[in-house]
């Protein structure tokens, strides 16, 4: 069974860091593009980043360029988000999401991320 | 980087069929046969309906279809039954391996 599951969340300062994970089990990580997506609270479902198999290509929402950072350890299995200078309206649960036919077609339960002004 | 356009909101009456739209561009929805849709029930992480415009996932119900028209995608629930009530969103690739969601649709199951 696919499973993800992000941690790394919680209160942070505007202007601050925080680093996400997303452990991944049940399939062969580095068979697979990955995704971040957020969703703040009562809104839509926003993607922020895309990540190829071997890491060597990374993309991201022109929101979030230059301040946050994806990348991936295949020997851990986990997928990371390093986010930096971090404002309120990063505030959302972040999750992780397997790519498949350009779709996320798994997801794990989401990770909190609070920034306070 | 626009979201792509959905409605906010719509309705049917158990039995009945529904169709959600997903409006782009030439860039997105209208590029790339890679148009997906997803549910998303209150407090929980978003699931996958239709992958690759028209394709559904093992164990999605054949209730839900989709299919693709220029810039508009859409999305058909039929037979519309209470736990179909949820949020749904579509997405599509927008090239250089960038992805676009819609803003999300509230369906109410009357």
């Known amino acids: 069974e696919v499973q993800l599951v992000e941690s790394g969340g919680g209160l942070v300062q505007s202007g601050g860091s925080l680093r996400l994970s997303c452990a991944a089990s049940?399939?062969?990580?580095?068979?697979?593009?990955m995704h971040w997506v957020r969703q703040a609270p009562g809104k839509g479902l926003v993607w922020v980043s895309r990540?190829?198999?071997?890491?060597?290509?990374?993309t991201y929402a022109d929101s979030v360029k230059g301040r946050f950072t994806i990348s991936r350890d295949n020997a851990k299995n986990t997928l990371y988000l390093q986010m930096n200078s971090l404002r309120a309206e990063d505030t959302a649960v972040y999750y992780c999401?397997?790519?498949?036919?350009?779709?996320?077609?798994?997801w794990g339960q989401g990770t909190l991320v609070t920034v306070s002004s | 980087q626009s979201a792509l356009s959905q409605p906010p909101s719509a309705s049917g009456s158990p039995g009945q069929s529904v169709t959600i739209s997903c409006t782009g561009t030439?860039?997105?929805?209208?590029?790339?046969?890679?148009v997906s849709w997803y549910q998303q029930h209150p407090g929980k992480a978003p699931k996958l309906m239709i992958y690759?415009?028209?394709k559904r996932p093992s164990g999605v119900p054949d209730r839900f279809s989709g299919s693709k028209s220029g810039y508009t995608a859409s999305l058909t629930v039929s037979g519309l039954q209470a736990e179909d009530e949820a949020d749904y969103y579509c997405s599509s690739s927008a090239g250089s391996n960038r992805v676009v969601f819609g803003g999300g649709t509230k369906l109410t199951v009357l």
């Open positions: 999401a397997r790519d498949s036919y350009s779709s996320c077609t798994h």
């Open positions: 990540i190829s198999k071997d890491g060597s290509s990374t």
């Open positions: 690759e415009v028209s």
């Open positions: 049940g399939f062969t990580f580095s068979s697979y593009w």
């Open positions: 030439s860039s997105d929805v209208g590029g790339y046969n890679y």
